[in-house]
């Protein structure tokens, strides 16, 4: 993306570090995360750094500051900065190069805002106190970055407060934030992980649209190659705190060296055989259903879909499009205020508790957070084992063998894991544990929460892939909340989109994914980044021919 | 704005249902004490007929239910009735003590109060410092001992050796602001070191207990000094826990200080009330009751304003 006359490969480096270690701390013991990686970045030049949770990508970009989180420590390298040795440099002049001449955009704008102060207080605070520039000037400055950044009414949002925008316009007014001080280098640290497709293409846009304006470096960190792909000049991999591979963007794409990297590229691949039998009668049946939380407004209006037998109906939309509620409502959690929920043509009762639990049995829910779905304090054996006594009153060494059947099951070794606690479990672990749970119960119906969206993709798409098993072998249906488009490409048979609580489209898959589409299918369809670099110019032109 | 005005009318209805509810309490309590009110007070060698005279006036012949509301209403109107011990009026042998017992409060809370915050900042800012670990360990040690203790440590000390102030705070209508102030030091001091390390341990928590956010790691990140980071950005965020505890401690400050009244012979309404309740002159047990229940609810209810006061989220909606 640099468009400077001088190639990047022949500018002046500003950042670099050479075997750099860094330690985290656990239980009053250091263990090395990042395990001597060394980082060149030259002046207007952006570099991706890829990886999954726990590459140590976030770690490193925080490195370049000279800032180590709390129970973390540079333990070995150096970091350089613009001729500056930062690593022997006391705090306080660290402190005097951070927002001035480096900068940080972080994941999610919402959190990282001071909820007490207005955006125009945050954004002038850099300057003003680092005594760049006055107050007046910095204000007059925001209110052009917010301008270049497509802000709506820039001269006035910065007075208004974070709670009061947006999740994409807070992304952009952190950006804004971060240049206020015209640094040489900026950290994104997954600035658009948070947001929805659709805004995510927008943030996406402006962040590289004023990076390029500024020439401004940047270290773009995510976990999303195809997001990269359209960011960086030059990408690193980095896993367990190594560098995996690392070269020109474009070349890498098209010809990655490594295993892992050809692992990344190709994990949008999954794709089941459309399966059950659509002609059948529906396992479930909702009709015109309607809810809404108190007396607030309508968060589900006139909504009607079906679950037919061993399908899989994927539900995708935005948050706020009333997706989860719909699977609240389904299960009893949120009484409908209108229309029906039938189940096998059988009328269920709206409240949870007057089901009866034969009812409760039959529909089972995993959720997206296996961290907070599981009691901590249980160990496997009484998570899976409580449904089993539950629903199917199993106790004693029956109960005992068919819990280490259903862990055998989700391909966990039940003589290993069958004692242990969730906190000893990896993120997929933990969300196997949960499917398991959802199994014990001998279910018809699984309502899978967003259930891969908190895992990484290589994670993410064994645990699709093992759903699509349990499918195959027991006849379940899945009704699967998504906001990922690939998720729905690789397992779903039937695809509902929704939109503001309304059903826009739904049909089979090939019918919904395929042109043509309704305005708001497309518009989603079209906003999932994809692995090709010039996706994103290609898709604002297209959208800017249209408009 | 009128949704804070409606939260605003929503407490204080609830904090006039709390008060009646108070006031049957403090009715029925004393209703409950053992033996016949006209006979104790009497003793036992009075005459029945004496005894009859006196129930009468005191109106113990009506139904309970009748008098709760009569005196009820009479409170409303601030008529609180006349001592039974000396037949003065109430609101007047009343007003006297509860003004010296709000100075002395004032007083302290003036000096708390700020030195809390003070202290409770420092604390978070040098976290795990000697310092942190010196200042918890004195404020600690201090609200472990009983005030008396403090307040007889204090007098040996500041008046018996060096006799840098009065240990006994005898003040009347008639003394100055400045000799005021003088002679009620050592009260102070004793109730300033009873509450300081409740409202500055507060202060501390729940600062540090945002210094893990996303936002503080921002303020760091933008090269903010260690004071400006904890001041600017993590305090606004701190207040309403902080607000809560200070105005717990000012409600102890007022209500809470019997003790220290009777060892400094302060004539405040806690001593006013001892003094009552050992001559069971009930009505004002009961108006001395009351007004500190008004007091403790007043300040709670201050106290839920001020914390959606910092609110932004409620001070400016979408």
């Known amino acids: 993306m640099s468009t400077n006359h001088t190639a990047p490969e022949e500018r002046e480096i500003l950042v670099e570090m050479r075997g750099l270690r860094i330690e985290g701390q656990s239980e009053d013991q250091w263990n090395e995360i990042v395990h001597g990686v060394d980082v060149t970045l030259r002046r207007g030049e952006v570099l991706g750094l890829i990886g999954e949770s726990g590459a140590g990508k976030s770690t490193i970009g925080l490195a370049s500051m000279a800032f180590a989180r709390p129970g973390c420590r540079i333990s070995g390298g150096t970091v350089m900065f613009d001729g ?27 959190a990282s805002f001071n909820p007490a ?29 917010f301008r270049r950044l497509k802000l709506p009414d820039p001269e006035t949002i910065g007075f208004r407060y974070p709670h009061q925008v947006s999740g994409g316009q807070l992304q952009r007014a952190m950006t804004a934030m971060a240049m206020s001080c015209k640094p040489d280098l900026i950290i994104f640290d997954e600035p658009t992980t948070a947001l929805d497709v659709t805004t995510q293409i927008e943030v996406l846009a402006a962040i590289r649209d004023v990076v390029e304006q500024f020439d401004t470096a940047a270290m773009y960190i995510t976990h999303d190659l195809a997001v990269v792909a359209q960011m960086a000049d030059r990408i690193m991999v980095l896993r367990h705190g190594n560098l995996v591979e690392e070269g020109n963007a474009r070349a890498m794409l098209a010809n990655p060296r490594e295993e892992y990297t050809r692992q990344l590229l190709s994990v949008r691949s999954f794709q089941k055989a459309t399966a059950g039998d659509a002609t059948q009668a529906p396992l479930l049946k909702v009709e015109g259903v309607t809810a809404s939380y108190g007396s607030g407004p309508k968060v589900l209006d006139d909504v009607s879909i079906e679950i037919g037998h061993a399908r899989t109906v994927a539900v995708v939309g935005e948050s706020g499009s009333g997706k989860s509620t719909l699977a609240r409502v389904i299960t009893g959690l949120l009484p409908l205020s209108d229309g029906s929920v039938s189940y096998k043509g059988e009328v269920l009762p709206p409240r949870l508790k007057d089901r009866e639990r034969g009812q409760l049995r039959t529909m089972q829910m995993i959720y997206q957070m296996p961290d907070t779905a599981l009691n901590p304090k249980q160990r496997i054996r009484e998570i899976i084992g409580r449904p089993l006594s539950f629903y199917l009153d199993m106790t004693g060494s029956k109960r005992e063998e068919r819990t280490r059947e259903l862990l055998s099951l989700i391909e966990l070794e039940p003589d290993d894991y069958i004692d242990r606690l969730p906190g000893e479990l990896s993120g997929g672990q933990k969300q196997r544990i949960c499917i398991a749970r959802a199994l014990a119960a001998e279910p018809e119906l699984i309502i899978c929460d967003e259930v891969t969206s908190a895992l990484d993709q290589l994670v993410a798409e064994e645990v699709l892939k093992l759903l699509q098993r349990l499918q195959d072998d027991l006849r379940v249906s899945y009704m699967f909340i998504t906001h990922d488009l690939a998720t729905v490409r690789a397992i779903a ?8 609580g309304k059903v826009v489209e739904s049909g089979p898959k090939d019918e919904v994914m395929t042109p043509p589409h309704h305005d708001y299918t497309e518009l989603l369809l079209s906003s999932v980044p994809e692995m090709d670099p010039d996706w994103l110019t290609r898709v604002l032109e297209a959208r800017q021919a249209n408009a | 704005m009128s949704q804070i005005l409606t939260m605003v009318a929503q407490r204080l209805a609830l904090g006039l249902l709390t008060l009646i509810a108070v006031s049957l309490i403090i009715f029925l309590a004393v209703e409950l004490l053992p033996g016949d009110l006209a006979e104790a007070i009497l003793g036992q060698a009075a005459l029945p007929e004496t005894v009859a005279a006196f129930r009468r006036e005191l109106r113990l012949d009506l139904p309970p239910h009748e008098r709760y509301i009569e005196w009820l209403g009479a409170m409303m109107q601030g008529d609180m009735g006349r001592s039974l011990a000396n037949n003065r009026e109430i609101s007047e042998l009343i007003g006297v003590r509860f003004g ?72 009347h209508e008639g003394t100055g602001l ?28 729940s600062i540090i207990n945002l210094l893990a956010s996303p936002y503080i790691e921002m303020a760091n990140l933008k090269g903010l000094s260690r004071m400006r980071v904890i001041v600017h950005h993590a305090l606004p965020n701190a207040w309403a826990p902080i607000i809560n505890v200070i105005v717990l401690n000012l409600a102890f400050l007022i209500v809470g200080v019997v003790v220290v009244e009777v060892v400094f012979v302060y004539p405040g309404l806690g001593q006013l009330l001892i003094d009552s309740v050992s001559k069971r002159d009930v009505p004002v047990v009961q108006a001395s009751c009351l007004i500190f229940a008004v007091t403790y609810i007043l300040l709670n209810l201050t106290a839920d304003v001020l914390a959606i006061l910092t609110n932004p989220r409620l001070m400016h909606p979408k």
């Open chain 1, 84 to 110: 500056m040795d930062l690593t022997a440099m006391p705090e306080s002049e660290k402190r005097k190069l951070r927002g001035t001449r480096i900068a940080y955009v972080a994941q999610s704008a919402a």
């Open chain 1, 117 to 145: 102060h207005r955006l125009i207080d945050q954004y002038s605070e850099m300057p003003v106190q680092h005594g760049v520039l006055d107050r007046a000037t910095s204000e007059s400055d925001a209110v052009d970055l």
């Open chain 2, 100 to 171: 010296n017992t709000l100075f002395l409060a004032a007083y302290a809370a003036i000096i708390a109060v700020p030195l809390a915050l003070f202290l409770g900042i420092l604390a978070a800012l040098y976290r795990n410092s000697l310092y942190d670990r010196a200042i918890n360990v004195v404020t600690l040690s201090s609200i472990s001992s009983p005030e008396f203790f403090v307040a007889y440590i204090l007098i040996a000390w500041l008046a018996n050796t060096l006799g840098w102030f009065p240990s006994i705070s005898n003040v």
């Open chain 2, 178 to 205: 400045l000799e005021r102030l003088y002679r009620t030091a050592l009260p102070a001091m004793t109730m300033t070191l009873v509450v300081v390390a409740h409202m500055m341990r507060m202060t501390r928590a």
């Open chain 1, 493 to 500: 048979d039937d695809v509902v989109v929704m939109l503001q």
